[in-house]
């Protein structure tokens, strides 16, 4: 499996706190990474996650120990409505949907519409490649994170079903933000193939008489379960060329200027 990320290939990767949640929930702290300038994010200011309707007792006790400020669900009302968030008392919870609606009409992201095969696979691959270079832009929940950043209310969690695409692609703009090197926000990206290893492995495995016959099943996998590398690039890359480089995206896509992002830097680096 080409596209999983080992523990080996992890050169920029900070030591992950030992957070006692199950590594498939995909719960980490964004904060240890070093920016281009060489400051370091500062821990305990950011989380990122898949449904915290997936922890347990333990882990739940263990998310409220974090005191929490603001919670920020990415994913549709309704699928928030269908596994709803456990009540965590003190925190704001803001719902709004990560999903860019441009080319995501296209798609079929039903457990069926992931399962086609031929050209027909094909073609949802292809798909899914444009939704995602299309996440970034004019998406009202990075809006409300990068507002909620910048107002300073930290610690913040956000999070979408797996924490790999919605959750995944917010992280890299953030990370961005924060004058993180494009490398290492991608690795970070990558990471979700690292804690949802066995998940991936496991579809993988029980899929493998249909992949030996249609490849493209093993990729429309890996999509479902985990995160592709080349679209983390291709998502960089759209972002580059589209507005002239990282600056150039945070002031046509967020009104930010080079004070502005050395302010948040300076709140949040150390």
Do not use: W
């Amino acid at each position: 499996m080409s596209e999983m990320l080992e523990r080996s290939e992890m050169q920029h990767i900070p030591e992950r706190n030992s957070f006692p949640v199950r590594d498939e929930i995909n719960f980490r702290d964004l904060g240890g990474y070093r920016s281009a300038d060489g400051r370091t994010v500062r821990r305990g200011c950011f989380y990122r996650s898949g449904g915290i309707y997936k922890m347990n007792a333990q882990e739940l006790a263990f998310l409220k120990s974090l005191r929490i400020r603001t919670l920020l669900d990415l994913r549709t009302k309704e699928e928030a409505a269908k596994k709803p968030d456990p009540v965590l008392p003190g925190v704001t919870i803001l719902q709004h949907s990560g999903v860019v609606s441009a080319g995501g009409e296209e798609i079929d992201f039903s457990p069926a519409g992931m399962k086609l095969l031929g050209e027909a696979g094909l073609t949802q691959i292809e798909n899914m490649h444009r939704y995602y270079q299309m996440m970034p832009f004019h998406n009202e929940a990075f809006h409300i994170l990068m507002q909620e950043v910048i107002s300073g209310n930290v610690p913040i969690l956000f999070h979408c079903a797996t924490g790999k695409d919605r959750t995944g692609v917010s992280a890299m703009i953030l990370l961005l933000l924060l004058g993180v090197p494009e490398q290492t926000v991608l690795q970070d990206y990558l990471l979700s193939n690292y804690y949802r290893r066995d998940v991936i492995r496991r579809h993988m495995e029980e899929n493998q008489a249909v992949i030996r016959q249609h490849p493209e099943r093993e990729a429309l996998l890996q999509l479902q379960h985990g995160v592709s590398p080349k679209i983390g690039r291709e998502i960089l890359e759209t972002i580059r060329k589209t507005c002239g480089g990282y600056e150039g995206y945070f002031e046509k896509e967020y009104g930010l200027g080079q004070a502005e992002v050395e302010k948040v830097r300076g709140r949040y680096l150390v």
